[in-house]
Structures are given as structure tokens and as C-alpha cells.
């Protein structure tokens, strides 16, 4: 693999990391049968093994790993034959046991890839492929959650997210810019998400990122860490990742040095703040659990999820630009999720013409999702009602601006089908050569001087005899037939 492309900031070279906890979806938690639902009253999805009372055991839950199987085989990853539970010891609050049961030496997922497209920083020209390289993705327990914001001079305890089972998807630090640790993030969310492992919900915390930043001048060792914790937002992502970088490089070209430290970042202030002196792994003073056995994963068990596992977004990408002759910002554009691709596929199936659905459902359809904050499940225009539409463009029934008003009575309601709201509005285009022919005559008699211009050399004239003709046909023409006629006539 090439190594990681650098984007200079202030003559620095910016050097990222990313820890992930997606919480999988499961019906129950890691280690008991407690339930995993969200917005429950506090503490009443939490048992005696999430409590940690004395006596209890832990049980591994099996849909887990069969999460944590189906993401590895998503990312291109190493599947642990035999894997370990470790305990990881630290005191919170909210961590009533006073230790972590995670993976750490023998993690069940080892390496692993994610690849995507990269915008270019200029705002123009082609998108970058990037791949960022995984250390490794290890299941864990997650904590419980201390309430603050209804309590005076005290906290409270909801452990109900005690016992909730994650996967932490540790990367290598291989990105260059907050620019590209957010495109990377978008990937992952979308993957998770795609093959059914997470729900993805940033706002309830079922996707969490923290960012580990450094700079250091270029070909320098790398630079003193701060990890940013808990990031639950795309847009406070890159804001936390950019201030941070700002505050690094200002720091050292004061003459101070980088302190490594977990920090927070405040939306309200758009700034970073320490937490507390960044821990290794040795004070975690992991060992294995004695009360797990390790975790074995046998290859019958990885082929089983291997076999149902749904087509890949990346390689449903690239089936849009082999079948469909789609370029492959369209084919990356069309698998955020697998609802859009459907919606795409059934609409270009049904109407034969890829490339005009891949432009509507990008363009038409997505600005009005975007307007109305729908799910593409949601549009009360299905896939098979824009392909007649999609068909009556290409047959010349209308032009593609009449479509988008046939589009407007279909997406309100007050039209249901195609060619009923095409005829009602009397938006069929004029396709008669003669009647056309004929108001192209009557334009070029009435414009003598646009005509000599034209003649003279001035195309732009060409575009205005066009315009002319459209408008003389209260814009009915097919608008390549006027462009074709008018040019045989001036030639």
C-alpha cells in the first residue's frame, strides 16, 4: 500500500487515528440477557450480572460474534480462530464492577482495510481513492452513564447501557487531514450499518469516534497524541479534529510541548479541553478473565456468515459501473445506503436509461429528500413511477424541464400517474418537424441581424435563436430537434 498521501498545514504534517465503538445490535447484552433497548426509564434494563452483584457470571452472548465476524469479513479482515476476554481496570461511576471486560492481546478481528473516495481539497477535479489500514476490531462491554443535568451537587447512575455489547475498530494512523478522518468515518457508519451490525444512531451514542491527533514536521517522528473522546457528530468531528490541529501547531511554535491527554470538545465553544493525562495500556493492568473461556471461532462459523452476508456497498460500486457504464463517483454516490441502490436499480432497470436515473435520483429526488429530511423509503415517489417518467424523456414525450413539473405533481400528491399529469398540464413536447420547422421560420424572419451574426461567426448567437424558438413554442419543443433543424437551416 502507498503511503498516506499529507495535506501540509502551516508547514506541519497532521497525523491521525481513529478508535470507534459501535454498538451492536443485538436483542440482549455481551454477558447477560438484560435487555439492549434505548430511552428505557434508567436502571430498568440492567440484571445482577450488569450490577456486578456477587456470585454472577458472565455468558457470552453468540450473536456478538457473529457481528463482529460479519464486520471483519466486510473490512477484508483476519477472523481469531481463539481469541481472550480480558479484564481492564479502571474505576468509574459508572462501571460497577471497577474493571472493563474487553479484548486485548488476542482481539477476535486483526487487520482489515477501509477504502473510499476522497473529495480533492481545491473543491475541483476528480475524487481520490483512500484506504485507510485497521489494526485490529475487538468486542468489549460497554459502561453505564452518569446523569448530571437533573441533579444538584450530585450525579446519578444509569446503568442500563452497563453490559451493552461493542465492537472498538481501532485504525493505524494513516489519515492526513480532518478532511479525510471524516470521509473515513462516513465509510465505516455506512458499512456498519449496510451489513446490519450497528443501527449507526450518532445522537443515542450507538457510533462513537475518538480521534487521536498529532502534527509533527514532515518526515519527523511522529508527535505527541491528545485523543479527542466521544465524537457523535460528523460536523463536530472535523470542528474538534481542526481546532485541535490549530492549538497543536500554536503550541509547539510557542516553544511548548504537546502533554499527551484525553480531551472533550465544546460545540459551544468550538474548542478543546483536557479531561485528564492520557492512560497506557499498562495502567489499564489488563489480564485475561479467569471467568471467560477463550472465544473460539470455527471456520464452519465464519463460512455460515460468509454465506449470508449482503452484497458490499464497494462491490455493488463497482457492479453500477461495469452493468450500468456509471462513472464511479455516480456508483459510490448511489451506495450510501441500501435503500438508495434499490431505489436506483429498480428505476433503471424499469426505464432502460442508467444514467439518466443515476441523475435524477442524485439530483431531483435527493434535493427533495434533503428539503424534507425523508429516507429514501420514504418518497411518495416510488422507483417505478420515475421510471415512466424517465422513459417519457427519452422517448421525447417531454422535455427533461416539463419532467420536473410532472416531478412536482407527482411528489406533492396531486398527480398519480406519469402520463395523466403530462396530459392534464399539456406538457407534451412537439415533436412534429413541420409545426417546428414552421416556428423556427417565423424566429430567423423576425431576427435578420442574430442571423448575420451568426453567420459572422458569433455562436453565441446560435444559442439565442435556439432559446427564441423554445420560447416561441412555450417551451414544447424538443429542444435537439430545434437545436438540429435550426443549424441544417442556417447552414
Known amino acids: 500500500m502507498s503511503s498516506p498521501k499529507s495535506l501540509l498545514v502551516q508547514g506541519y504534517e497532521v497525523v491521525i487515528g481513529f478508535e470507534t465503538h459501535a454498538q451492536l445490535a443485538t436483542q440482549s447484552k455481551i454477558f447477560s440477557r438484560a435487555p439492549t433497548a434505548f430511552g428505557a426509564e434508567p436502571n430498568t434494563q440492567a440484571c445482577a450480572v450488569d450490577l456486578a452483584l456477587p456470585g454472577t457470571l458472565p455468558v457470552m452472548n453468540r450473536e456478538a460474534v457473529t457481528h463482529a465476524i460479519r464486520l471483519g469479513l466486510a473490512l477484508g479482515s483476519h477472523i481469531a480462530e481463539e481469541s481472550v476476554f480480558a479484564r481492564k481496570n479502571y474505576f468509574y461511576p459508572d462501571l460497577p464492577k471497577g474493571y472493563q471486560i474487553s479484548q486485548f492481546e488476542i482481539p477476535v478481528v486483526q487487520g482489515g ?273 420515475l421510471a415512466k417518467l424517465l422513459a417519457r424523456i427519452a422517448d421525447g414525450t417531454v422535455s427533461n424541464n416539463a419532467a420536473k413539473q410532472v416531478m412536482d405533481a407527482l411528489w406533492s400528491g396531486t398527480g398519480v400517474d406519469v402520463d395523466a399529469v403530462i396530459e392534464a398540464k399539456g406538457l407534451k413536447q412537439m415533436n412534429d418537424s413541420g409545426a417546428v420547422e414552421k416556428i423556427i421560420d417565423e424566429v430567423l424572419a423576425a431576427n435578420a441581424e442574430m442571423v448575420e451574426q451568426f453567420k459572422a461567426g458569433k455562436e453565441k448567437a446560435f444559442n439565442a435563436l435556439v432559446g427564441l424558438c423554445m420560447k416561441a413554442s412555450k417551451g414544447k419543443a424538443n429542444p435537439q430537434q430545434v437545436n438540429d433543424l435550426l443549424r441544417e437551416k442556417l447552414n
Open 113 to 385: 482495510e477501509v477504502s473510499f473516495l476522497l473529495a480533492p481539497s481545491t473543491g475541483s477535479g476528480p475524487s481520490e481513492k483512500r484506504t485507510v489500514r485497521l489494526v485490529r476490531a475487538h468486542l468489549e462491554e460497554d459502561a453505564g452513564k452518569s446523569l448530571h443535568e437533573d441533579f444538584i451537587g450530585q450525579s446519578g447512575i444509569d446503568l442500563n447501557r452497563a453490559g451493552t455489547p461493542l465492537l472498538e475498530i481501532v485504525t493505524e494512523p494513516d489519515m492526513r487531514s480532518s478532511a479525510e478522518a471524516v470521509a473515513y468515518a462516513k465509510e465505516l457508519h455506512k458499512i456498519v450499518t449496510w451489513i446490519g451490525v450497528c443501527d449507526g444512531n450518532m445522537q443515542e451514542g450507538s457510533f462513537r469516534c475518538d480521534a487521536n491527533v498529532s502534527v509533527r514536521k514532515p518526515g519527523a517522528p511522529l508527535g505527541t497524541r491528545r485523543e479527542i473522546k466521544n465524537l457523535n457528530s460528523f460536523k463536530f468531528m472535523q470542528q474538534a479534529m481542526d481546532y485541535e490541529i490549530r492549538w497543536q501547531i500554536e503550541q509547539i511554535e510557542d516553544g511548548l510541548e504537546i502533554q499527551q491527554a484525553t480531551i472533550l470538545f465544546d460545540p459551544d465553544t468550538g474548542e478543546t479541553r483536557a479531561m485528564r493525562t492520557k492512560e497506557d495500556a499498562a495502567d489499564y493492568r489488563y489480564f485475561p478473565d479467569p471467568d471467560l473461556p477463550p472465544l473460539v471461532v470455527s471456520r464452519e462459523w465464519v463460512e455460515q456468515v460468509r454465506a449470508e452476508m449482503p452484497e458490499l456497498p464497494r462491490q455493488m460500486a463497482q457492479r453500477f459501473v461495469e452493468t450500468y457504464g456509471l462513472p464511479e463517483y455516480d456508483a459510490t454516490t448511489l451506495t450510501q445506503s441500501p435503500t438508495m441502490a434499490a431505489y436506483f436499480e429498480t428505476a433503471a432497470k424499469a426505464s432502460g436509461q442508467a444514467k439518466m436515473a443515476s441523475n435524477w435520483v442524485m439530483g431531483e429526488v435527493s434535493r427533495r429528500m434533503n428539503a424534507e429530511e425523508k429516507d429514501v423509503a420514504d418518497v411518495p415517489v416510488g422507483a417505478e413511477v
